[in-house]
């Protein structure tokens, strides 16, 4: 299947969500997937495209080893709920064995710099491993999270580039772009999808806007921005449009 602006114009006038995944799935088969960290808007897409027909999706999450235990509990029970298996993107032992030997455990705290390495390291390079294998890549970013975010477009040609160098083009989806966070939180209860516990506990007003790994994600305060409980640390210097891991920072193909 080529990959090109006249495939993203016909892409882009499917307007049902479900339906634009539905048929990415019927073009491309297992070379498309949907890639969930299991916040509000990738569990609504699991739901979604099971509901227009792909009964068996393919759908991976990137497990950096050191997430939440809430977050392996949704994980089981999306499995269980939708008869699917979540490939699980794993880092690599040996480059986290190198990480640890040359900087520590808690390397995150240090600098941006350090702290993009580890990400790289348990997030990017996983993920991009699993991109070696797909033409499509469907994600659940939604432009009310941040202004980085909101530039994303819903259908887009990016660069993927492979493990020796070569760069190709990539389909980027983000089918609920332009949905807010309210809209998600209604279509997942309504259809009763099995959502983050954590994402649902709110105290004073403290709540989780964003999950990632457990030491580097915190909830936030009522008047803090979305991505202000992560890297907490880094606040005084960061705004929410610094405060990516990298994953959805990939350069437009051209
Ligand atoms: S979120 Fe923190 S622990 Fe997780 S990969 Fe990034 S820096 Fe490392």
Not at 18 to 39: D, V, Y
Request: contains cysteine; positive net charge; proline residues 4%.
């Amino acid at each position: 299947m080529l990959i090109d602006e006249v495939l993203v114009k016909k892409l882009e006038e499917i307007e049902d969500p479900g339906e634009l995944m539905a048929e990415l799935f019927r073009q491309f088969g297992n070379r498309a997937a949907i890639g969930t960290s299991g916040q509000w808007s990738g569990v609504a897409l699991i739901d979604m495209v099971i509901r227009a027909g792909i009964t068996k999706p393919n759908v991976y999450t990137v497990d950096t080893l050191r997430l939440f235990p809430e977050t392996y509990d949704l994980m089981r029970e999306l499995e269980r709920r939708y008869t699917i298996k979540i490939k699980k993107a794993v880092p690599d032992f040996n480059a986290v064995s190198k990480m640890v030997r040359d900087h520590g455990e808690m390397i995150f705290f240090n600098s941006k710099a350090k702290q993009e390495y580890c990400c790289k390291i348990r997030k990017v390079d996983p993920n991009n491993r699993i991109l070696n294998t797909l033409d499509v890549w469907i994600t659940g970013v939604r432009a009310d999270q941040s202004n980085s975010r909101s530039q994303v477009k819903r259908v887009d040609i990016v660069t993927h580039m492979e493990e020796n160098g070569m760069e190709r083009p990539l389909l980027k989806v983000t089918p609920l772009i332009n949905w807010t966070e309210e809209d998600v939180k209604d279509y997942a209860k309504k259809h009763r999808v099995p959502t983050h516990k954590l994402l649902e506990i709110e105290r004073d007003g403290w709540h989780y806007a964003s999950l990632g790994c457990i030491i580097c994600t915190t909830p936030i305060g009522p008047h803090e921005s979305r991505r202000a409980g992560r890297w907490r640390w880094f606040n005084y210097a960061l705004n929410d449009d610094h405060k990516e891991c990298g994953l959805h920072l990939p350069r437009k193909y051209e």
